[in-house]
C-alpha cells in the first residue's frame, strides 16, 4: 500500500518535471533561423557549469509560467559546447547568459535570476517601449510598483521621440511611461511641458538637456536610487551610470558606534545634499565583502567611508575618518575637484598588481581545498622551468668558455694528459 502510495507520488512528480520541461525547447544549430521567426527567450550554458544546473529548474518554471500566462515568448535553452560556433555567432561570453531574441533586436538579460525577475523582463521587453498611462488612479498603482519612474509628460514633440528612442535602447532594464499633464499627482508641478521626470526616493526630478546633456545619458545615470543598499549585483549594474559611488561600509558583526554614523554621514549626504551631489553621487551602504575587497584589494577596513569610481575601478578613501558632515561635504567636493588622489584604477600598475592578488587568492583557496595537489601543480611547471633555466644557463657558460682563449688551452692540455694517461693504462693491460 505504502510504496503504491509513493509510486503514485513519484508518478506524479515526474509528471510535474517532465511537464515543466515540455515548455522548455532543447535548441540547436537550427535556433540561428528559428530566432527570425518568433520571439525567444534563450537561456545559453555549458554542462560543465555547476551553476547553470542549480540554475536549470528556475528556467523550466520560467517556461512553464509564460506558456501559462499565454505569453508569445518561446523559452529556450542551448548547450554552448555542442554548438559552438552559433554560441560565438551569437556572442555567448559566459554561463549562464539569457538573452531574448525579437526580429532583429536581440534583448541581454543581466537582473537577478529569479523567475519573477526574468519573467518581469521578458513581458517589459516584449510589449511597447513606453506605456501610456491614463488616469491618475492609474499613476498612483504604478507609483507604488517602481521605485524608479520614469514618465514624458505631454503630447506629440520632438522630446517624445528622443524620449521613445532612449526607451528602446534601455528598456532592458526598466520600464518607461508616458502620460498627459492632468494624470499627474496635484503635488506636481511643472513649469514647461512637453518634460521627462523621474520620481525616485520620495520625490522627482526633471530633465534639463542644458544641464544634463543627452536624454539617454541622463536616464542611464538617473536609474538607480540615490540612496540605496549595496551589494555586489547593484554595483555591478551601477558600473555604467557613470556615478561616483559613495558609501558606508559596514562589518555586520561587529556594529560599531563609529559604523553608524558614517551611514548616517551618508544618509545625510544623500537626502540633505541631492542638488549639490545629486549629479555626481550615488549614495549607500554595503556590507564588508569579498567583492569590495577585490575591487580595493583588500584594502578596506570597515567600518569606513569609500568613494568608487565604477569607470575605471579606482576608489578614493579619506586620510581622517570623517567625524562630520563638513568632512564628508569638503571630501566629496574635494574628490570632484581633483584634489583628492585616487588609488587602484585600472592603469597597468594596478593590473599587475590584481592579477598577484588574485592569484594569491586563487592558491590560497586551492592549496586549502587540496594541499598535496596544489603543490604538485605549482612545482611541476617550476621544476621543468627551472631544468630549462639550468640548461640555458649551463649551455651559455660552456659558450663562454670557448672565448676565453687561454682556459681552453689549458683544458686541452689537460685532456691530452688524461688520453696519455689512459693510452698508458691501456699499453699497461696489454
Ligand atoms: C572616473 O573615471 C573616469 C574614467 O576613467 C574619468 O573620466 C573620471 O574623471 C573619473 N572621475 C573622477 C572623479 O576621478
Request: with cysteine; glycine share 6%; net charge neutral.
Amino acid at each position: 500500500m505504502a510504496t503504491m502510495a509513493l509510486r503514485s507520488t513519484y508518478a506524479v512528480f515526474a509528471l510535474a518535471i517532465t511537464l515543466a520541461h515540455a515548455y522548455v525547447e532543447h535548441l540547436d544549430d537550427t535556433f540561428k533561423e528559428l530566432r527570425k521567426k518568433d520571439i525567444w527567450l534563450v537561456e545559453f550554458y555549458a554542462p560543465w557549469c555547476a551553476y547553470c544546473k542549480t540554475f536549470e529548474p528556475v528556467w523550466y518554471e520560467v517556461g512553464a509560467e509564460l506558456k501559462s500566462m499565454g505569453s508569445e515568448v518561446n523559452v529556450g535553452m542551448m548547450d554552448c559546447t555542442s554548438h559552438s560556433s552559433l554560441a560565438s555567432e551569437l556572442k555567448i561570453r559566459g554561463y549562464p547568459t539569457i538573452k531574448l531574441y525579437k526580429g532583429e533586436k536581440v534583448f541581454h538579460y543581466n537582473g537577478p535570476r529569479t523567475k519573477a525577475d526574468i519573467i518581469e523582463f521578458a513581458n517589459r521587453v516584449t510589449g511597447p517601449a513606453v506605456r501610456a498611462i491614463p488616469n491618475q488612479q492609474m499613476f498612483q498603482n504604478v507609483m507604488t510598483h517602481n521605485d524608479i519612474l520614469f514618465v514624458y509628460i505631454g503630447g506629440s514633440s520632438t522630446l517624445k521621440e528622443k524620449y521613445v528612442k532612449t526607451a528602446s535602447e534601455l528598456i532592458v532594464y526598466l520600464s518607461f511611461y508616458s502620460a498627459l499633464e492632468n494624470v499627474l499627482p496635484k503635488v506636481v508641478t511643472l513649469q514647461e511641458v512637453p518634460a521627462v521626470v523621474v520620481f525616485k526616493d520620495g520625490t522627482f526630478f526633471i530633465y534639463d538637456e542644458k544641464q544634463d546633456g543627452d536624454l539617454t545619458t541622463w536616464v542611464n545615470r538617473e536609474r538607480f536610487p540615490y540612496y540605496t543598499k549595496l551589494d555586489s549585483y547593484t554595483l555591478y549594474a551601477m558600473g555604467d551610470s557613470g556615478k561616483l559611488v559613495a558609501m558606508a561600509v559596514e562589518n555586520e558583526k561587529k556594529p560599531s558606534e563609529e559604523s553608524i554614523r558614517f551611514k548616517s554621514l551618508i544618509e545625510t549626504a544623500a537626502s540633505e545634499y541631492k542638488d549639490h551631489f545629486g549629479r555626481d553621487y550615488q549614495f549607500g551602504h554595503m556590507e564588508e565583502n569579498s567583492y569590495l575587497n577585490g575591487l580595493v584589494m583588500g584594502e578596506v577596513k570597515a567600518p569606513c567611508i569609500i568613494v568608487l569610481n565604477l569607470s575605471n575601478d579606482g576608489y578614493f578613501m579619506p586620510k581622517k575618518p570623517l567625524n562630520s558632515m563638513q568632512d564628508l561635504r569638503s571630501f566629496l567636493d574635494g574628490i570632484l575637484e581633483g584634489k583628492v588622489q585616487q588609488r587602484g584604477g585600472n592603469g597597468a600598475a594596478q593590473r599587475v598588481k590584481r592579477i598577484y592578488i588574485d592569484t594569491k587568492k586563487t592558491l590560497t583557496t586551492m592549496f586549502e581545498a587540496a594541499p598535496i595537489w596544489t603543490c604538485l601543480i605549482i612545482t611541476i611547471p617550476f621544476g621543468v622551468v627551472g631544468m630549462l633555466i639550468y640548461a640555458t644557463c649551463t649551455a651559455k657558460r660552456v659558450e663562454e668558455d670557448e672565448d676565453e682563449e687561454p682556459l681552453r688551452e689549458v683544458r686541452k692540455a689537460l685532456a691530452q694528459k688524461e688520453k696519455k694517461k689512459d693510452a698508458a693504462a691501456a699499453k699497461k693491460k696489454d
